[in-house]
């Protein structure tokens, strides 16, 4: 079995992080950079960084970040939010982000997965997808998870993948906010259908949900942030969790 990743979510705005963050030791808790610093000496695997500004300084910003972080960590990390073009792509990783991620602007316009794919190589190309419940189908939904599309989440992977997507994040809108554990059932599915890697995001409560989506849910990796940012979990116990598990993390 590949070692499971860890991965917690920062979402930004205006270059700040949004959701209150209790960790004593950070003299600013709105300062992504110090928090990415902190999790990584603590073990994440990776960091996502969501950036949900709405604004024409939007880049600029985001890009003053990523190479703020870029410095700061040596784990790797994925931006995502509001990314729509191949030069969007370019400009971010080359301030240093080792992925991007790609919702809405794939779903709109499906050649822009396989154009960022071709220009940068899959491995960089993160597909994210916000999937929910309608009644016996999972749909995909875009707008932060409010606005339902046409497309079923199985088959819309699949294309996604197919068209160059390096990984499949997988956010399940039913569990999100719950905290109580991932779609599994879902997860499962979908990793049985694509040949890339799968995060699991959506629902964390305990460190049992995460042995349960490796398992389960054969997730490649799971992402969470409040459990995280809130200290109800810690990386190092949880590492050391999933280790009791059998389940094997980069230590």
């Not at 709105?30 to 969501?50: R, S």
């Not at 305990?206 to 990796?221: E, L, P, R, V, W």
């Amino acid at each position: 079995m590949l070692t499971k990743r860890i991965i917690p979510c920062l979402d930004i705005k205006n270059g700040r992080t949004v959701k209150g963050v209790n960790f004593l030791e950070l003299r600013d808790a709105g300062d992504p950079v110090e928090l990415a610093k902190i999790y990584a000496e603590e073990g994440a695997d990776e960091l996502v960084f969501l950036d949900i500004t709405a604004t024409n300084e939007k880049r600029k910003t985001l890009v003053e970040l990523v190479e703020k972080v870029a410095e700061a960590i040596n784990i790797p990390f994925t931006v995502g939010g509001g990314i729509s073009t191949v030069e969007d792509v370019s400009v971010l990783l080359a301030a240093g982000a080792d992925k991007v991620s790609v919702n809405s602007a794939a779903v709109r316009n499906p050649q822009i997965i396989k154009e960022m794919a071709d220009e940068f190589g899959s491995q960089c190309i993160v597909v994210a997808v916000d999937s929910r419940k309608v009644g016996d189908r999972n749909i995909v939904h875009t707008h932060g998870g409010s606005k339902p599309t046409e497309l079923e989440t199985e088959a819309w992977i699949q294309k996604a993948v197919k068209l160059g997507a390096g990984e499949i994040l997988l956010t399940s809108m039913d569990h999100d906010g719950t905290k109580a554990g991932f779609a599994n059932e879902l997860l499962s599915k979908i990793s049985s259908l694509v040949n890339v890697p799968v995060i699991a995001s959506g629902g964390a409560g305990n460190m049992q949900h995460f042995c349960d989506t490796f398992t389960n849910g054969k997730s490649d990796a799971a992402l969470a942030a409040s459990i995280f940012h809130f200290k109800e979990i810690g990386i190092p116990e949880l590492k050391t969790f999933l280790k009791n598990k059998n389940i094997p993390t980069r230590i």
